[in-house]
């Protein structure tokens, strides 16, 4: 949850990558993909939606983690997948 919230996009790759589970909440009931989420809002909303700068490294870091996680998310919850629960 911190990797997410801090914008640590390498670090949220690998947990994801280490089966990390993505399926947690914290105490306001937010999970990783709700945060990855709010963090992309934001970014966008700070920027205007424009590209530039640091604002856009920034979008395409958050783009890249709500990617990661609504992949692994959509992996576990799969019929075709491994049984691995993440």
Same mark, same amino acid.
Request: net charge negative; glycine share 6%; aromatic share 4%.
């Given at each position: 949850?911190?990797?997410?919230?801090? /914008? *640590?996009? &390498?670090?949220?790759?690998?947990?994801?990558?280490? @089966?990390? @589970?993505?399926?947690?909440?914290?105490? &306001?009931?937010?999970?990783?993909? *709700?945060?990855?989420?709010?963090?992309?809002?934001?970014?966008?909303?700070?920027?205007?939606?424009?590209?530039? &700068?640091?604002?856009?490294?920034?979008? +395409?870091?958050?783009?890249?983690?709500v990617t990661q996680l609504v992949i692994s998310i959509v992996k576990v919850s799969s019929p075709f997948s &491994? /049984? +691995?629960?993440?």
């Amino acid at each position: 949850m911190l990797a997410v919230t801090q /914008g *640590h996009f &390498d670090v949220v790759k690998l947990l994801v990558e280490k @089966n990390a @589970n993505v399926k947690v909440f914290d105490e &306001d009931m937010h999970s990783p993909l *709700h945060l990855a989420l709010l963090r992309l809002s934001s970014a966008s909303c700070r920027h205007g939606g424009q590209s530039g &700068d640091n604002g856009s490294e920034v979008s +395409i870091a958050a783009v890249a983690m709500v990617t990661q996680l609504v992949i692994s998310i959509v992996k576990v919850s799969s019929p075709f997948s &491994d /049984g +691995i629960t993440l």
